[in-house]
């Protein structure tokens, strides 16, 4: 039973362009979490998806970025227009109910803006 | 709103010893999980340990143990017999059970450094 998977691992991106982070949750795992990692910082909390659904965004910048789950195909995490500020490590999670079960982490995606 | 620290930043020990992190938190929920992951250079996020709140028995596994104490809101993390694969980041983690899912508050971490 594979893992969260992420990719890619490493992304580049210049100022203004769009980066796409690509989640495919553990086997049986409908909800999946996205979190970021400033440098030397914890996680924070983004946004919180079930298939087809956001169920919570509180943490999530309102502006150029945007999260999916559809029904076929992983979550992806959208930015848009790229900022030096985006740079980060995003972590995707995934869990097969809610509350109580621990939550299983991939190896994220370290995102550098040039 | 929740809040965890975790007061240092950095702490080293020697092979074979027994070290402590500390952790505590702030909140109004009655209900919830606390969790110490550990980050190892790899990055990858692993669950060390886990506490659900209305439990007064202490977390463990194997070398690792919690000392929770709710009145006070600390929950510290106990390493015993370290080895130099403990050696990571380890970040404190508090989960609210009438959340609608699994959204943690994490603290700052602590950098462990395990000495030869």
């Known amino acids: 039973n594979a893992g969260v998977m992420q990719n890619p691992r490493h992304l580049v991106r210049r100022r203004g362009q769009e980066a796409r982070l690509r989640c495919s949750p553990m086997?049986?795992?409908?909800?999946v979490y996205w979190y970021r990692q400033l440098p030397e910082e914890g996680l924070k909390f983004m946004v919180y998806l079930q298939k087809e659904n956001i169920i919570d965004e509180s943490g999530m910048p309102k502006e150029r970025f945007s999260a999916e789950f559809p029904k076929e195909g992983p979550s992806i995490l959208r930015i848009q227009q790229v900022v030096r500020g985006d740079s980060a490590a995003y972590f995707c999670a995934s869990s097969p109910r809610t509350v109580d079960e621990k939550l299983f982490f991939g190896s994220g995606t370290q995102l550098s803006v040039l | 709103a929740q809040t965890v620290t975790q007061s240092q930043p950095e702490m080293s020990v020697q092979e074979a010893e027994t070290v402590t992190l500390s952790c505590t938190y702030d909140t109004s929920e009655n209900n919830y999980y606390l969790f110490w992951y550990k980050q190892p250079p790899s990055r990858q996020m692993i669950l060390v340990i886990r506490q659900e709140a209305y439990k007064q028995q202490n977390a463990t596994e194997n070398r690792f143990s919690v000392n929770f104490q709710k009145a006070a809101k600390s929950f510290s993390l106990k390493i015993s017999d370290s080895q130099l694969g403990d050696t990571a980041m380890y970040f404190c983690?508090?989960?609210?059970?009438?959340?609608?899912?699994?959204?943690?508050?994490f603290g700052g971490g602590t950098r462990l450094m395990v000495k030869p």
């Open positions: 983690a508090f989960g609210a059970e009438n959340n609608a899912g699994n959204m943690l508050t």
């Open positions: 086997k049986g795992h409908s909800h």
